[in-house]
């Protein structure tokens, strides 16, 4: 068996010999390695190199950019920051700094949109997450779908960077709160927004102390919701407050300052005292010149605030002028869709019809609606910026006398709001009124009601059935089925009229402290059932009748509690008309009472 194995081990070649090939191997083996490291060593030092020549590049491409944001050539500028991205297609920074000048600046919110989710997606797919960066991207995203008015998706977003980010980074904790309290404001849930604000101020105050510049931007947010609620006092004391760290901070020829004095005369503009609004944005205006470039937006801003207060003061020369000023300077600054250009078309159109000049009102107008459309398009909750400005370009065009295109633009306002309003509110009701009475203008009466039927629910529900604005509707359906009975005598308005009569009352309502109805013991609502020659359901309209009667003796009967009265007016009554809607027993047992009483008092 011994002889066997060493016959076998022979088999395999000389012992001496295999030693000498695996040495060779050995050696071979270090030489490749030591060849691999050099290779190695030269692969990191080219990587090294690259990476170095990338970030030059880069941040040459920045530069370029600089410069041109600087001459106001927002597509150079944008070009280099897009050549930025595609040197490196998944650096975060690169793609958000993009993104962010595409929708400040350009107006292109769905593209922006875009380019942040991609960078979301790399933020969470990266081999270490970074939480920081995770929750910047969710922030990002969050803030654009703010701009593009989707406020639901906007808060999902922001709340899904609240649950990313680490509990101890309280910076990005403060600018979350924030934001979140930024699209509650454009929600005008007003509470909510203020509790987050807070939030955020509590933060800010505890990590950088009380008087830094991001508690001066708490406080002026807050001054916002503030002058929102119509809280003018308030809103001044933490716009007031917000200047009063940026003073100290800055000096008194600082932007930041002239934007807070900007925002303190706004609140004077909310509350009409316009000369006092003037008093803070020259100054305010000032300080912007002198601190910013003369092509700044915020420059443009301060124009535009000092148009607005001339135009509320009747000097439309002026306001046109600062107005003229704000769009040279915007329109050098934004993309031409830009809704802030859009915006400011709009006021200059506003400001031409004032002074009579139609055609340039309607230019300016169509200038308008063609930004806010390429802007958002018609489907967009933002496109209710493009509805409005149909419904006033409708206005101008009925100005003109132009009412077969004045009728379009009006439809076409009508048809957005339906499209992009989930839930009834004052922009869809606005919409159905404008048509509305246009129709009712042009002795359209079968269209006029149709339409005003169409807004009761819609009222009901912006209003309240309670509401002036439902009372209002209510009697444009009286006044449109009167007018169309009118206009045809035909049996079946006749009967249209009386149908909506029967779930339906004229009200009566004193009106005045010393007024001759309080005078002679009336109080509160009635029922009016008659005025002289005129009852209740009688298809004339009772407006009309008591004009007629002014000046004249009258006699009127109402109906309170189920009490009928009678009261004698030598000249003015001291009542207010109106509309309600009530329950048909009701309206006929109110009948069955008036003829009971007038058979007794042989009316």
Known sequence: KLTEADSLLNTKGDINSRADALRQHQEANAQAEQELKKKQKKLEKSKAMTQKELEDLAQDCYSKFEIFKMQHNNDSAVFYLKFRTELDTTNIKFLLDYSSFLSDYMGYFDVAKNINLKALNISLNQKVPDKSIIAECYRSVGLLFNELGDYGHAKEYLFHGMEVVDSTDAGNLSHLYNDIGVVYDNERQFERALYYHNKSLDIRKRLFGHKSETVAVSYSNIGYIYSELRSFDNALEFYRK???????????????????????????????????????????QEI????????????????????????????????????????????????????????????????????GQIDNSIEYLKQAICRFND???????NSIHVA????????????????????????????????????????LYNGYRHIAEFYFEQGMFKKAIELYQEMVDVTISVYGEASEEIMNNYGSIYFSLIAEYQQTKSKKDLESFLSFMRQHAITATVIGDSSPARIQGMDGEYYLLAIENWEMRQPVSVIDYVKSLAGKPKTIVVMKDEVISQYNFENSMGLRTGFICIDEKDASKMIMKYNQWKKKNKM
Not at 347 to 353: D, K, M, P, Q, R
Not at 375 to 381: I, K, L, Q, T, V
Not at 399 to 423: H, M, Q, S, V
Request: with cysteine.
């Open 242 to 284: 917000a200047l009063e760290i940026q003073q100290e901070l800055f000096g008194r020829n600082h932007e930041d300052v002239g934007m807070t004095l900007m925002n303190i005369g706004g609140v004077y503009w909310l509350r009409e005292d316009y000369e006092q609004a003037l008093k803070y944005f020259v100054p305010g």
């Open 288 to 355: 912007l010149e002198n601190c910013l470039s003369p092509t700044h937006p915020k420059i443009a801003l301060g124009y535009n605030n000092i148009a607005s207060v001339y135009t509320n003061l009747q000097d439309f020369e002026k306001g046109l002028e600062y107005s003229k000023k704000a769009l040279n300077i915007i329109e050098k600054n934004l993309s031409w869709n830009h809704p802030q250009v859009a915006t400011i078309y709009g006021n200059i159109s506003g400001l031409y019809e004032k002074m």
């Open 375 to 381: 802007a958002f398009g018609e489907d967009s909750p």
């Open 388 to 427: 409005v400005h149909y419904a006033a370009l409708g206005r101008v065009y009925k100005k003109a006398g132009k009412f077969d295109l004045a009728e379009n633009a009006f439809l076409k306002c009508l048809e957005i709001e339906k499209k992009i309003i989930k839930e009834p509110n004052v922009y």
